[in-house]
């Protein structure tokens, strides 16, 4: 009989997985959107909750509540909370309601009144933000106030 050979599965790193959430039709224009959302791009996740809940501006309620359940979807799937940050954010023209408004000498003026699609996209890092430390991340860092000591 020939020599049985083991075989090693070399698994590569697992993907980071991205979860998403999307809210539609919001009634707030793209371009007032974008400048809330540009302030928590590539952020950790529970530090962009705190960032939008102090802004004074109507799009950082509406974005605060899709990116609370960007996180929730990533918790239902098992990710890790605290390793959380906002990969991708963005805000995309929805459908436009055409109003108009009645002028002099019997002209009309086209008013414009623009809706939202959000979209957050939330992935897993390395780095833990907030929350509780390892314990083994602990006892390095007793053994290097030790050494200092």
Do not use: C, Y
Not at 2 to 27: I, Q, Y
Not at 34 to 48: F, M, S, W
Not at 132 to 143: G, I, L, Q, V
């Amino acid at each position: 009989m020939a020599k049985e050979e083991k075989k090693t599965k070399v698994e590569a790193a697992p993907s980071p997985r991205v979860v998403r959430a999307v809210t539609k039709h919001l009634r707030i224009a793209p371009r007032k959107m974008r400048l809330v959302i540009d302030t928590i791009r590539r952020q950790p996740a529970q530090e962009a909750v705190g960032i939008l809940m102090l802004l004074k501006k109507k799009g950082a309620k509406m974005a605060v509540k899709t990116l609370k359940s960007a996180i929730a979807n990533a918790k239902n799937l098992g990710l890790n909370e605290n390793r959380l940050f906002v990969s991708n954010i963005r805000a995309d023209g929805g459908p436009v309601f055409k109003r108009f408004m009645t002028r002099s000498m019997g002209r009309a003026d086209k008013i414009l009144k623009r809706t939202t699609h959000l979209t957050v996209e939330v992935r897993e890092g390395f780095k833990i933000w907030g929350g509780r430390a390892p314990e083994d991340s602990k006892e390095k860092n007793k053994k290097k106030a030790a050494v200092a000591a």
